[in-house]
């Protein structure tokens, strides 16, 4: 039996045995990392997530790291919906968010210190300028915490416009109709942005 896994919003990780996802193709996904080579990786899909290309209850899994910021007020609940109506009875939702609340409390206690304005042309991104800040620190609010909050803006889908917290996707999940089996506390790239990861399934 073939069973079907979604990696959305995949960006420059997208991953073998999933179709993989995202509004960029790998063309505009490789200019936003020139140190990624994805020519010869797996496929990526510009499906509309809110309106995915397969039927109800057809899909064994679906990922979804570090999107959900990115989704609009009303979007959101189209793309839980959305998710829940692909996937199997009992399939596995997946998910990365950031942690708002370590966010905001991390913006509050770092110094109110700016250096500069954003750059984003390559030696400034080689450098990790980020607000004059060269470096990914969190000690200065405007530094890499104001990217992370607002998203890095290098693109139409490199805005946040949403955020979570563990208490708002307990109450989400419950709406939606998934039963959440763990959610821990993680690190982005194991040194930055403070997120959580979800694993639910559909009820
Ligand atoms: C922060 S990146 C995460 C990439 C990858 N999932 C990872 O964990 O490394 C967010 C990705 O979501 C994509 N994205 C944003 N809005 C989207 C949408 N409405 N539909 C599909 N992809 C979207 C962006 O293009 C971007 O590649």
Redesign the pocket.
């Known amino acids: 039996v073939n069973k079907v896994r979604l990696n959305?919003?995949?960006?420059?990780?997208p991953l073998p045995g999933y179709v993989n996802?995202?509004?960029?193709t790998v063309e505009e996904?490789m200019a936003r990392y020139p140190d990624c080579d994805l020519r010869n990786g797996p496929a990526i899909h510009q499906y509309d997530?809110l309106q995915l290309p397969f039927s109800s209850s057809s899909i064994e899994e679906v990922r979804a790291?570090?999107?959900l910021e990115?989704?609009s007020f009303l979007d959101e609940p189209k793309f839980f919906n959305e998710v829940r109506r692909v996937l199997k009875p009992g399939g596995i939702f997946r998910f990365t968010v950031q942690n708002f609340e370590l966010v905001a409390k991390r913006w509050l206690e770092a110094r109110d210190e700016w250096k500069a304005f954003y750059k984003d042309d390559p030696d400034s991104i080689r450098q990790k300028h980020w607000f004059g800040q060269y470096s990914y620190t969190q000690e200065s609010r405007w530094g890499y915490l104001t990217a992370m909050i607002f998203g890095n803006q290098k693109g139409v889908?490199?805005f946040h416009r949403n955020c979570y917290t563990r208490g708002k996707i307990e109450k989400v999940m419950e709406r939606v109709g998934f039963e959440i089996v763990s959610i821990e506390d993680v690190l982005w790239k194991e040194a930055r942005d403070p997120m959580l990861s979800v694993l639910a399934k559909k009820r």
Request: net charge negative; aromatic share 0%.
């Open positions: 959305l919003g995949c960006g420059n990780n996802v995202d509004l960029n996904i997530i790291d570090s999107l990115h989704l889908g490199q």
